[in-house]
Each structure stands twice: as structure tokens, then as C-alpha cells.
């Protein structure tokens, strides 16, 4: 099921906003990082209906996500 677009946007915007508070990161990079995400693309996509899910889950699974690509990027480095 997909959500109205002006709600999913508000929506991305609480996200975007606890997910940047939990990592201590701008609202600028915390938005950069949302829209590359897998998170994103679920949300996006109605997939699960993850739409439907808190604002504070959908940080924490964002939070997930850039530690294990923040993991993975410095073993690429290495």
C-alpha cells in the first residue's frame, strides 16, 4: 500500500530530523544519507507498508544502515 505523497513527506522529515539527532550529524548530511538508503526505498516503494512504522523505528533501522556502511566503506578503505 502506498501513503499520500504529502504525508510520506512529512513523514521523511521526522525521520530525517531524529535520525540526525541520534547520530550527533547535521540535518544535511543526516538528509543526503536518507535519500541514498535502502530505508528510503522501502518507505518509498510501500514495501511492508514501512510507512506505517514510527518515526523513531525507521531512525533506528537508518542508524543500522550507516553504521554497516560506515563499517564496510573502512574495510574497502583498508
Known amino acids: ?42 518507505v518509498r516503494d510501500g514495501v511492508s507498508d514501512m510507512h506505517c512504522m514510527s518515526d523513531e523505528y525507521l531512525a533506528d533501522e537508518l542508524k543500522t544502515e550507516y553504521q554497516e556502511k560506515t563499517v564496510n566503506k573502512s574495510r574497502d578503505d583498508a
Open 1 to 42: 500500500m502506498k501513503a499520500s505523497p504529502i504525508l510520506l513527506q512529512k513523514k521523511y522529515s521526522r525521520v530525517i530530523e531524529c535520525f540526525a539527532e541520534k547520530m550527533g550529524i547535521s540535518l544535511n548530511c543526516a538528509l543526503d544519507f536518507f535519500y541514498r538508503s535502502e530505508v528510503y526505498k522501502l
